[in-house]
């Protein structure tokens, strides 16, 4: 029998214990040019000094370097929206060259400047009871940090001519569910330091975290991926705190916006409307956190907007009581809760514009305090629910890995085609390995339905490979086929690896959609086990109706320029000097205009609205792209 191995990346690692010390540093000098860019730059900051990362656009108000992610993927249940994760990618989303098995210092996180003076810039003492506290939590969503690894909190001292960085805090890696059982099940722990050395109050204070990782002793180069993750949330330092300063006038949103569809997190708007009562939920889950001491009444309210249109709808909780998160934990759905905590949205649907192809939703989630009876803040959350080109399961942020051995071996995702379209090509997301071990050939494979899994091929890209992007993390890569795909119904998207290793799929574990996954490994097709998504997005587009030749090349490279028009289009490249044809179709699918000539082709007299150009050249190739007419 064939053995048939499974990567979740941080999971299912094993590891080399290596025994050392507990690292503790003093005296890490940045050099005198460090110095001079931050004076030169100006960028000190001043009390309170807070971020809940929350806002990743005001980053850079607070931190100088960006080697972490502020991202709601990794953190499992944080103080609220976001936290910042650590880990073992650089900012391009590579393993770092310098990874080893031994502890090596990984991603950081360093502040700028912060003044210690009051109001009136008098400097600060010990006597001003400074505190800086924070909440951490190892693994998360992603890989448990070995115990080796450990998250480290350094303060700096910033003189004349360097910064003098102090060891005052860190902790050891551990499972979350260790975590969990020596933090009272809670998810998060929160970290009090005093700032009491007369020494931080000469000059400005800076901030520094960051964490020690291990690289896997593994067998499998392909395996060596992100892993040793910590999440860190609520950064506050300021004076006149104390030790048991560890609630917050807040009403928090944790978890990210949910998708309103009951499979996808985002699909073709042409397939949402052909069916959309099938497509929606009817409730869905909100996590709401009152993280004051004393309970509070509250609202929760849902604003949807359609971008591109005045299309709106609004919904509205009854006022219900929320009791203390340290206490009671988020608010849970029954009772007169379930209201704000699942909010039932009993025929619901987004607005429908079938002439369109495409349209965006902002969501926006607020929670309203009565001020009446306490002093807490609300919070507002936005998400957005999107109907473009392609079908997907997963939210953009791969927590862990995916794939199988040995040579030959598949896996593939379900999607099922509401009506009639066609298949250009499909996103991908891979991890990147160490030293981008999983740089291998694999084949994209199109599947039709057997009694629920995989059946017989119906289309194969032969001989790609993983391609990154250097300078965007968790950037899909587009495999276009060579020609369209007519399909409709249940159908199967996925690879066949060439090499005995796993190509390391990105693997969404934040929403399970294990159902819809399958592998085949030598012993047939199976459903996998393991909860989350494979990041495949399938690629469709609305011209089933085009009566193309299936042996006709198809390149959908064709530019037209303006777009959208008010009357006149450009065709931009070479096609223009050799279209032998041009059609003009409307959504419908019915020729509306022929044309021979491509130089300018006048459409001024059609209605506004999408269409789709269809251009022929002499050699036999076929070029399809949509438009816009706007006047």
Known sequence: MKIKRFICITITLFFVTIGYSQEYLTNFEYNIELRERLLREDMTVSLPFFDDFTDAKSFSDRWQN?????????????????????????????????????????????????????????????????????????????????????????????????????????????????????????????????????????????????????MPSTMYPNDRSNGDVWNVDFVYLDKNRSYDDTSYPLVSFSENSPSMLKRYQSMPYRQY??????????????????????????????????????????????????????????????????????????NFLFDMNSSLDSASFLITHIITVDNEDSDAKGDTLYGKQEFYNYYAYDDGIPEKGYGVTPHNSSLASQFSISVPDTLQGVQILFNRTFKDAN????????????????????????????????????????????????????????IMQHSSESINIGFDTSVDNHQYNFFESGDGWQNSMMPGSLMIRPVVGGDYFVDIDENMEIDMSLDLYPNPTSGVLKINNDVAAKCSNITIFDMMGRGVRNYHDANEINVGDLDNGMYMMRVVTDDGRCYTERFIISK
């Open 273 to 346: 409307v052909s069916n959309p009562t099938v497509a929606m939920k009817t409730t869905y889950e909100m996590f709401i956190a009152n993280l004051d001491m004393e309970g509070c009444n509250t609202q929760y309210s849902c604003h949807i907007e359609n971008i591109n249109s005045d299309w709106t709808f609004d919904y509205n909780s009854e006022w219900c009581y929320l009791a203390p998160f340290y206490s009671s934990g988020f608010q849970n759905c029954e009772g007169d809760n379930a209201t704000q905590a699942c909010p039932h949205l009993k």
């Open 439 to 494: 740089y291998d050939f694999f084949d994209i494979v199109v599947w039709n339905d057997n009694n629920g899994k995989p059946g017989n091929e119906i289309y194969r890209l032969e001989n790609q490979r993983p391609i990154w992007n250097d300078e965007h993390i968790y950037e899909y890569t587009y495999y276009k086929f060579e020609k369209t795909i007519k399909v409709n119904g249940i159908i199967y998207v996925g």
């Open 66 to 214: 960006y080697d972490v992610l502020i991202n709601s993927g990794f953190p499992l249940f944080p103080t609220n929206y976001n936290a910042v994760t650590f880990d073992i990618l650089d900012e391009s989303g590579k393993v770092y060259p310098n990874g080893s098995s031994n502890p090596f210092i990984a991603d950081s996180l360093m502040s700028h400047p912060i003044r210690l003076v009051d109001d009136a810039g008098n400097r600060l003492s010990p006597a001003d009871s400074l505190y800086l506290s924070f909440y951490y939590q190892p693994q998360g969503r992603g890989d448990a940090p070995d115990e080796n690894d450990s998250l480290v909190l350094m303060l700096g001292i910033v003189t004349d001519t360097a910064v003098i960085w102090n060891h005052v805090w860190s902790t050891e890696g551990m499972s979350l569910d260790d975590f969990m059982e020596n933090n009272d099940e809670k998810y998060f722990k929160q970290v009090m330091i005093p700032v009491d050395d007369e020494r931080y109050f000469d000059n400005d204070l800076m901030i520094l975290f960051y964490n020690y990782a291990t």
